[in-house]
């Protein structure tokens, strides 16, 4: 099972970093769990952010935001739209499906001319 977040949407930050003080290195990244399996992919609807300084390379954890970077938050959590949540079928699952099938009908069928 491959369980990973994929990144929707990233924002820039017009706040100064909490530990460098740089006024161009912020961005909030939007990431939405994404599942894949032998037998299928799905999108779900869980959702993380992160914030992180690309100018020194630091994650900016929710203890050290002020009071201006919690209100850009809050707003950009409520612009977000998420991608729909989703599942797809991949090849495997669909040959499982078939050989359950093909032996239920052959199951049906015995037991049908049994009676007979």
Same mark, same amino acid.
């Given at each position: 099972?491959?369980?990973?977040?994929i990144?929707?949407?990233?924002?820039a930050l017009?706040?100064?970093?909490?530990?460098?003080?740089?006024?161009?290195?912020?961005?909030?990244?939007? @990431?939405?769990?994404?599942?894949? $399996? @032998?037998?299928?992919?799905?999108?779900?609807?869980?959702?993380?952010? $992160?914030?992180?300084?690309?100018?020194?390379?630091?994650d900016?954890?929710?203890?050290? #935001?002020?009071?201006?970077?919690?209100?850009?938050?809050?707003?950009?959590? @409520?612009?977000?739209?998420?991608?729909?949540?989703?599942?797809?079928?991949? @090849?495997?699952? #669909?040959?499982?499906?078939?050989?359950?099938?093909?032996?239920?009908?052959?199951?049906?069928?015995?037991?049908?001319y049994?009676?007979?």
């Open positions: 099972m491959h369980d990973t977040f990144l929707i949407k990233e924002v017009n706040n100064n970093c909490p530990e460098c003080f740089s006024k161009e290195g912020l961005r909030l990244a939007f @990431k939405q769990r994404f599942i894949e $399996t @032998k037998f299928y992919k799905s999108i779900t609807a869980e959702v993380k952010h $992160t914030i992180t300084c690309k100018t020194c390379n630091s900016i954890y929710p203890e050290r #935001w002020t009071e201006d970077i919690e209100r850009v938050v809050e707003y950009q959590q @409520k612009a977000f739209v998420p991608k729909k949540t989703s599942t797809y079928l991949k @090849k495997a699952s #669909w040959i499982l499906i078939g050989i359950i099938g093909v032996i239920l009908i052959a199951i049906l069928v015995a037991v049908f049994s009676e007979s």
